[in-house]
């Protein structure tokens, strides 16, 4: 069985080591570099409107006729890996995001196809180049991580 993510937020060095400059050493975190909650809401919404209009992607969700509820999820979940509000576990528990996603069939057209949703919400967005590289190498690494068929 493959191991869960290790999901956690960013270590102030982590961030430091983001930052340069006069930021150098001060301890801002990801979600605050980015804008806090209201680019993880933004960018969810963006992601979702690719998600919306990509069939093959939609079939996979639940509740594809209301996605309010995966939306309020995903942009919890962000805020609090990036170091913001901990209202996703506080509301949902520890993530496991391998084992929630295992109802669903993720293959690697599936990674794909959410990847390129997400990339084009992070260039709609376009935070400061070290948040954007961060979220990048992030979702790639998660995304492959959640595939889990053939
Ligand atoms: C960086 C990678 C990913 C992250 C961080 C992520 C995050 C999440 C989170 C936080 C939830 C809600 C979990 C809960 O509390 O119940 C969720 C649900 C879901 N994810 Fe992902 N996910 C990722 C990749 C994927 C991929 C690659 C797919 C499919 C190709 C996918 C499909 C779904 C579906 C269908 C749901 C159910 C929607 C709902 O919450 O009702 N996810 N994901």
């Known amino acids: ?73 995903l942009a ?8 913001g509000p901990t209202t996703y576990s506080e509301e949902r528990g520890h993530p496991r995001l391998f084992m929630r996603h295992r109802p669903f069939r993720i293959d690697a057209a599936g990674v794909d196809r959410w990847l390129r949703h997400m990339r084009a919400a992070v260039a709609e967005l376009a935070p400061p180049a070290p948040v954007e590289a961060r979220l990048l190498a992030y979702f790639d690494m998660a995304a492959a991580a959640m595939r889990n068929t053939e």
Request: glycine share 8%.
């Open 1 to 73: 069985m493959p191991q869960p993510l290790p999901v956690r937020p960013a270590r102030p060095d982590e961030v430091a080591a983001a930052s340069s400059g006069a930021d150098a050493g001060i301890r801002i975190n990801v979600f605050e570099l980015a804008g806090g909650q209201a680019f993880f809401d933004s960018l969810v919404d963006r992601f979702y409107q690719g998600v919306e209009s990509d069939p093959e992607l939609l079939a996979l969700y639940p509740d594809r006729d209301d996605l309010a509820g995966a939306r309020r999820r």
């Open 76 to 83: 919890m979940f962000l805020a609090q890996y990036w170091g």
